[in-house]
């Protein structure tokens, strides 16, 4: 039997998707290249009101493509949303690394299968991952939020934070760098909350355990929060090259007001002076971050505040998300609420200083040499990204078009820069 995964959200979810299509193959299913195919699996995000309708017409559009088909829906959205008639199995955010025993049954029994979805005492689910198609590696680290933002929904559909052993994640690395993975992105939920639920070992202990793996050249967080950055993981980059000249943190708002009714667990001061303390340690380093536009309350001086902000830290990148009202959360409950098209026009405000601060961080590189992985063939070019995230295009027929390039660090100069 063939099967397709569409997968929405995060590169956690992206992570899991990859960890049940290997499941499936290894159990004699076969991935299906042109989503035709008798077993559907939607892998579901709910962050945001757009995120929910988009998993909800992937559902749809599966159930049109063959009416026939075993449909599976797992993922946020699953995890806290209603059961949609016509869904066969439902997952949740639980049993994902099993979905060949789920799919085993349904095939039996031909009844529908809605797993358990009780998080309120969640474990970490095992999964693991031996290869990435010989590209930058994601390997899940932690899952879960403790944080209640008063905006987020994640904390109900992810539960309470749980982080993987230590030698679980150091024996895949080591399995994912013997594959050939010079550049390894550590990826959770909360990534830089690993270890809260161990008694004596750290998100910086489990850095510098990972940094001794012979072989690995990189080593990338996905996203991390400003407080996480602590002493022990500065030292870190202070003394290791193997950790990149990349870090996402998420700012949200640049105003101390909106910060606070967001429930975030920094000022922007803290933020600022964090950011000058990284940058003593890596002057070039590329900082990017999350910025959500249109929270309640959030009225034009704030938003200028936020602006100012933004401008001062001086970001590589902004990712701009309009406010989006989620049922459950506080901030759905708060008054003021921005309209729609005040968010929509803060959002083109911010997405064109990002564009300018993007090209500010780029032009510091011209005429330097760069080095990058390739990832992907595209139009003739080999693309690919460098450890302080530029993306970058090299003239070539295939991702292995000269074996010394294949899987490798490549070394090329500005002119092969391109701008997102």
């Known amino acids: ?50 995120a929910d309708h988009k998993s909800m017409k992937m559902v749809r559009h599966a159930m049109r493509q063959n009416k026939d ?8 959205m699953s995890q806290t949303g209603e059961v949609m008639d016509g ?125 001794q793996i012979e072989g690995l050249k990189r080593l990338r967080i996905s996203s991390i929060e400003m407080n996480e950055l602590n002493d022990a993981v500065l030292d870190i980059m202070k003394n290791s090259s193997i950790l990149v000249d990349h870090l996402h943190i998420p700012l949200q708002s640049g105003s101390d007001t909106i910060l606070k009714a967001m429930n975030r667990k920094y000022l922007k001061h803290d933020f600022i002076r964090k950011i000058e303390e990284i940058r003593k340690i890596r002057p070039e380093i590329s900082i990017t971050t999350d910025v959500i536009v249109g929270f309640p309350g959030e009225t034009e001086e704030l938003f200028e505040e936020t602006i100012d902000t933004i401008r001062r830290i001086h970001f590589s990148k902004i990712h701009v998300f309009p406010y989006s009202r989620r049922k459950g959360t506080k901030a759905d409950l708060m008054e003021n609420q921005v309209p729609e098209d005040i968010k929509k026009k803060r959002v083109k405000e911010l997405l064109t200083i990002s564009k300018e601060l993007e090209q500010s961080y780029f032009e510091k590189f011209v005429g330097r040499e760069v080095s990058f992985i390739p990832e992907v063939l595209k139009n003739g070019y080999i693309i690919g990204h460098t450890g302080n995230n530029l993306l970058v295009k090299k003239e070539g027929d295939s991702i292995c078009d000269h074996e010394e390039i294949c899987g490798k660090i490549v070394k090329v100069e500005y002119p092969y820069v391109i701008m997102e």
């Open 1 to 50: 039997m063939k099967f397709f995964i569409y997968t929405l959200g995060c590169k956690v979810n992206t992570y899991e998707s990859n960890v049940m299509a290997d499941a499936l193959k290894n159990a004699g299913f076969v991935e299906s290249e042109d989503s035709e195919a008798d077993i559907y699996i939607i892998n579901t995000c709910t962050v945001t009101n757009t």
């Open 69 to 76: 088909a075993i449909i599976v829906v797992t993922g946020c």
């Open 87 to 211: 869904v066969d199995i439902v997952l949740g955010n639980k049993g994902k690394s099993k979905i060949v025993d789920y799919i085993r049954e349904y095939q039996e029994k031909r009844s529908q299968i809605i797993a358990d979805k009780d998080l309120s005492h969640p474990v970490f689910e095992p999964m693991r991952l031996n290869n990435f198609n010989r590209t930058r590696a994601f390997v899940k680290i932690q899952d879960g939020c403790n944080n209640f933002c008063s905006y987020c929904i994640i904390p109900y559909s992810r539960g309470d934070v749980r982080s993987k052993a230590r030698e679980d994640v150091l024996e895949e690395i080591t399995s994912l760098v013997h594959n050939g993975h010079h550049e390894v992105v550590l990826t959770g939920i909360h990534t830089g909350n690993y270890g809260v639920d161990f008694e004596n070992y750290h998100f910086s202990d489990l850095l510098y355990d990972i940094i």
